[in-house]
């Protein structure tokens, strides 16, 4: 894994255990859950890209 990339899911399992995990332990930074709001969608890449380095 690259230490500054960010780690993102876009799934339609938005109750999986694993994600939850993996968004606790900080492996995972974002969930995109399915379906997916262009505006909510388009406002967490715009902040994803933000603090990319």
Same mark, same amino acid.
């Given at each position: 894994m690259? *230490?500054?990339a960010?780690?993102?899911i876009h799934s339609g399992f938005a109750d999986d255990e694993r994600i939850r995990d993996a968004l606790q332990r900080k492996v995972l930074d974002r969930?995109?859950?399915? *379906?997916?709001n262009t505006t909510r969608i388009r406002a967490d890449i715009s902040e994803m890209l933000d603090i990319a380095p």
């Open positions: 690259r *230490p500054n960010i780690y993102v969930f995109l859950a399915k *379906p997916w």
